[in-house]
């Protein structure tokens, strides 16, 4: 038994400490937990490298450092700079759009599918309401009521907005949808009324918050999932699973071992009992024999000398079963009881 426990010990020890191995790495064994990205300088979860896949939130191209991409929701901004937890963005594309002056800027939209992992923020952003010209006189009714500036220049659609009202609280008309674009920083375009475009920049500042439950998960070794029937977090635990599994490895190991030990130990109690048994047989029949042999030669001598000899039988019934009146006295050998035989002795 010692040299099972020693051996048990051993494949606990085997186990935690590959186990731990495998800890000592956030989520990933292969993901780098910080790295240098171009004018980004250090970066760390959320972000990951693309060259790395699934090691974070938010991936990031460095391969151009001076130029460093970051995806959001499948679409690549450029990364001018980062300043603590903010990083400025630039959209090269809608750059292009807004000298133009043209209306496929409004096909864009600087807004994020909602995550339980983690929320992003642009800031700032002009609130626009898109709606359709087929109902224009409705529309216009609407939102004339609270001081919104009209963009009827584009075919389909006619635009709203209010540079002072950033959000809207009553549903807006069945035929408006709302985008959000990067907003300036320039206060003379806001104040002298230059016209929507002027209004509009393809810069902006990101910002993201990594929600408790996630940030728990990470950094005890899980990775941030999203289920996507009720869009509920979940941290899918590899380490946590691993151990369980070898658990259920140790456990089966040493209930395999715990049995084979128990048979024999059985088996060696069994060959014991068996073997003991079989000595006090021995044993019991040596003695009779040996008693037996006694018997014989005394009763030869007595009858060579002329000495009655009685069975045990006789004696009992003689002193009737060593009856206390029969007796005569105590001596040395034990004790004397008087008896008349069948032959007057």
């Known amino acids: 038994m010692d040299m099972f426990s020693c051996f048990f010990v051993f494949v606990l020890f085997q186990f935690w400490y590959f186990d731990s191995a495998q800890g000592q790495n956030t989520s990933y064994s292969n993901c780098t937990n910080e790295f240098q990205c171009g004018n980004l300088r250090n970066l760390s979860f959320p972000f990951y490298k693309s060259t790395e896949l699934d090691c974070g939130l938010s991936k990031v191209y460095c391969d151009d450092t001076e130029n460093p991409m970051i995806e959001l929701d499948g679409v690549k901004y450029q990364a001018i700079e980062k300043n603590d937890?903010?990083?400025?963005?630039?959209?090269?594309?809608?750059?292009?759009?807004?000298?133009?002056?043209?209306?496929q800027t409004f096909d864009k939209n600087f807004s994020i599918v909602i995550s339980p992992s983690i929320t992003y923020r642009f800031d700032p952003l002009l609130t626009l309401f898109k709606c359709n010209k087929s109902q224009n006189s409705r529309n216009e009714e609407f939102f004339s009521s609270s001081s919104y500036q009209s963009y009827n220049v584009c075919d389909s659609f006619v635009l709203y907005y209010n540079i002072s009202i950033h959000y809207y609280e009553v549903p807006i008309p069945s035929s408006c949808s709302f985008i959000q674009l990067p907003l300036t920083?320039?206060?003379?375009?806001?104040?002298?009324?230059?016209?929507?475009?002027?209004?509009?920049?393809?810069?902006?500042?990101?910002?993201?918050?990594?929600?408790?439950?996630?940030?728990?998960?990470?950094y005890t070794g899980g990775k941030c999932q999203t289920d996507n029937t009720t869009n509920n977090f979940f941290c899918s635990n590899t380490n946590k699973d691993r151990h369980l599994k070898y658990a259920k490895v140790i456990v089966a190991v040493s209930a395999l071992i715990g049995s084979l030990v128990g048979l024999c130990a059985i088996a060696c109690g069994l060959w014991f009992y068996m073997r003991r048994r079989n000595d006090f047989s021995l044993y019991i029949s040596r003695n009779t024999s040996g008693v037996s042999m006694i018997h014989h030669e005394l009763e030869e001598r007595c009858e060579y000398l002329g000495i009655p000899v009685f069975s045990y039988e006789e004696l009992e019934e003689a002193t009737n079963k060593f009856s206390s009146s029969r007796e005569l006295g105590d001596g040395g050998y034990g004790t004397v009881y008087y008896v008349l035989t069948r032959h007057g002795v």
């Open 185 to 218: 920083s320039n206060t003379e375009a806001k104040e002298n009324g230059s016209g929507l475009f002027h209004l509009l920049t393809d810069e902006v500042i990101l910002g993201w918050t990594v929600s408790d439950e996630c940030n728990q998960c990470y």
């Open 85 to 103: 937890v903010f990083i400025k963005l630039k959209d090269s594309s809608l750059g292009e759009l807004l000298k133009k002056n043209s209306c």
